[in-house]
């Protein structure tokens, strides 16, 4: 009797992610990087098989698909120099760099996943600095400079593919790529987040415009969600509404500040939550994308955390749907998640 194939997926990294470094202490440090590469040895030792894929740098072309172009020649002004474009955000000399590489390296990521070769993985992971879901169109903002997801979505779309899903699970609302694909309903974009929180942005009733009209998706969350929360989050709203999308390829804007070790928000999930929603979105991938989805690494910052989370992730890609996870939900989580499913009615009749 022949053992079962190891779980593979595909890793992208570059030791100029660690070069976007503060000169005084920011919470978006290169240590983050290494409690994400610690989770990929956790799971390597495991029995998991990790496929190195080498990024590159995204081309002006490939960001202009999402940036405005007055803000990439910024960008391009600021580079080699420490700036900051808002209290938040800030340059060291190799943070354009560490950026560009970024963008690449979610667009690399997207070819492997779309690469016809039968063997090939189609999960993948990219340990992406400096994080990018709340960059918009023409503004860095909240540690982003470039949006990653967003850059890897329209290189999808480029390419061919009709129906791209983006799935944010990071605690702060991704601002950025809703802006970014506000009025396009070849994207799917879900947000999953702390209200009220920074930005500001994310409330039920932003829906996109336009043709895009009903292609975004937001579920704010007051704070002290449980995993348990999350996860009915994800049964009655999220998934019904990516089932009715039925996506070609899912993108994750894996955040892990939502822990409840974190120190910057005010949620009490554990990694348990996203080893679930993994699984959740794995099996939607498994219907309709042929397999194909991708973390993207966002925020989290909390590093043993950050460590747990992202193992847990990457078993839920490859694991069994999970069961029920225990923990309260309280009568307003349970009318914020109703409230976000009647809104995913109204566009998916689910």
Same mark, same amino acid.
């Given at each position: 009797?022949?053992s079962?194939?190891?779980a ?13 470094r ?13 409690? !994400? ?16 894929l080498?990024?590159?740098d995204a081309?002006?072309a ?6 405005d ?5 910024e ?23 560490? @950026? ?7 667009i ?6 779309? =690469?016809?070769e039968p063997?090939? !993985?189609?999960?993948g992971v ?7 879901h709340?960059?918009t169109? =023409? ?7 470039l *949006? *990653?997801?967003a850059?890897?979505?329209a ?8 129906r791209v899903?983006?799935v944010?699970?990071?605690v702060?609302?991704?601002?950025g790529?809703?802006?970014i694909?506000?009025?396009?309903p070849r ?8 209200a009220p ?6 409330a ?9 009209e009903?292609?975004?998706? *937001? ?18 709203a999220?998934?019904?509404a990516?089932? !009715? ?8 804007s ?18 348990? !939550?996203?080893? @679930?929603?993994?699984?959740s979105?794995?099996a ?6 042929a397999g194909?989805i991708?973390?993207?690494l ?25 069961e ?6 309280h ?7 109703e409230?976000?499913? @009647? ?6 009749q689910?």
């Amino acid at each position: 009797m022949t053992s079962p194939a190891p779980a593979r997926f595909h890793l992208v990294d570059d030791p100029l992610f660690l070069q976007h470094r503060s000169r005084g202490y920011h919470p978006e440090r290169p240590e983050r990087l290494a409690a !994400a590469r610690r989770a990929v040895d956790r799971v390597v030792a495991e029995g998991m098989v990790a496929l190195p894929l080498p990024p590159r740098d995204a081309t002006l072309a490939e960001l202009a698909r999402v940036h405005d172009p007055l803000y990439l020649a910024e960008l391009a002004r600021l580079e080699g120099h420490h700036a900051a474009l808002d209290a938040d955000t800030y340059l060291a000399p190799a943070s354009v760099p560490a @950026a560009r590489r970024a963008a690449g390296g979610a667009i690399a990521l997207v070819d492997a996943l779309l =690469d016809p070769e039968p063997t090939a !993985a189609r999960a993948g992971v990219a340990l992406l600095r400096p994080p990018g879901h709340h960059a918009t169109r =023409d503004r860095g903002m909240g540690f982003c400079l470039l *949006n *990653n997801v967003a850059v890897g979505a329209a290189h999808a779309l480029e390419r061919g593919l009709s129906r791209v899903a983006i799935v944010d699970w990071d605690v702060h609302h991704g601002n950025g790529t809703q802006d970014i694909f506000w009025t396009d309903p070849r994207v799917l974009y879900v947000s999953l987040h702390q209200a009220p929180f920074y930005p500001g942005t994310g409330a039920h009733d932003e829906i996109g415009a336009g043709p895009g009209e009903g292609f975004t998706l *937001n579920v704010p969350l007051s704070e002290g969600a449980t995993s348990a929360v999350f996860q009915r989050a994800f049964d009655r709203a999220i998934v019904p509404a990516l089932r !009715a999308f039925a996506p070609e390829l899912v993108l994750v804007s894996a955040g892990f500040d939502a822990h409840a070790r974190d120190p910057l928000a005010a949620m009490l999930v554990d990694e348990s !939550a996203y080893g @679930a929603m993994a699984a959740s979105l794995a099996a939607v991938a498994a219907e309709s994308a042929a397999g194909r989805i991708a973390l993207i690494l966002e925020g989290g910052y909390d590093l043993g955390a950050i460590e747990l989370s992202l193992a847990a992730s990457l078993r839920g890609l490859f694991g069994p749907a999970s069961e029920p996870l225990p923990g309260e939900i309280h009568p307003a989580h349970q009318a914020e998640i109703e409230a976000a499913r @009647a809104v995913a009615a109204r566009s998916f009749q689910i």
